[in-house]
């Protein structure tokens, strides 16, 4: 149901609004990358890209900036952030290179809240039984005068509900 939010002609009726309605009110969380995993994700980089020759000590305060600045990152978008950094770079990425392919990562579940989002802000509703209420009979009345006085014939069913109009 949310692949269709972006095609032009999708129609959602009130019991698929309903469903989709608590998707959209979700926040997706993000799965927290543990140490193990930024270091394993940084020496990944470090290997395959190369990197300016620094000595003992600037290598070690280097890969703790690293690592404080990438604590609690999401561990998918890490990983993904990586795959582009080996894809795009000849050189190991800086901090700020990588937090910038990480912003651009969408988790599976952030896409479905913004397609369920786009449905309840913007997708078209298919009418439902019932849907139109009753119009009260001065309203009734004052249209089919308005109406005649355009030389537009009218004819509203006696309950309100249904309408027919045709040129005089």
């Known amino acids: 149901m ?4 972006f095609e032009p002609d999708a129609v959602f009726t009130a019991r698929e609004i309903a469903l989709i309605e608590p998707i959209a ?3 997706a969380t993000p799965q927290p990358a543990g140490e193990r995993y930024i270091r394993q994700s940084l020496g990944g980089l470090s290997v395959a890209l190369p990197s300016q020759a620094t000595d003992t000590v600037a290598g070690t305060l280097k890969l703790n900036t690293y690592m404080a600045m990438l604590a609690g990152c999401d561990e ?4 993904y952030a990586c795959r ?4 795009e ?3 190991m990425p800086t901090i700020h290179q990588i937090k910038d392919r990480m912003a651009k990562w ?3 579940e952030e896409a479905a809240i913004r397609r369920a989002r786009a449905i309840i802000r913007a997708g078209r509703r298919a009418p439902e039984e019932g849907d139109v209420a009753a119009i009260p009979p ?4 004052r249209v089919n005068a308005f109406l005649r006085t355009r030389g537009i014939a009218t004819q509203f069913s006696p309950d309100g509900t249904t309408f027919q109009a045709q040129a005089a």
Do not use: F, K, N
Request: aromatic content about 4%.
């Open 2 to 5: 949310l692949d269709r939010a």
């Open 25 to 27: 009110r979700a926040v």
């Open 76 to 79: 998918r978008a890490l990983a």
């Open 84 to 87: 582009r950094c080996l894809d």
């Open 89 to 91: 770079l000849d050189w």
């Open 106 to 108: 969408v988790s599976p």
């Open 138 to 141: 001065e309203e009734v009345d």
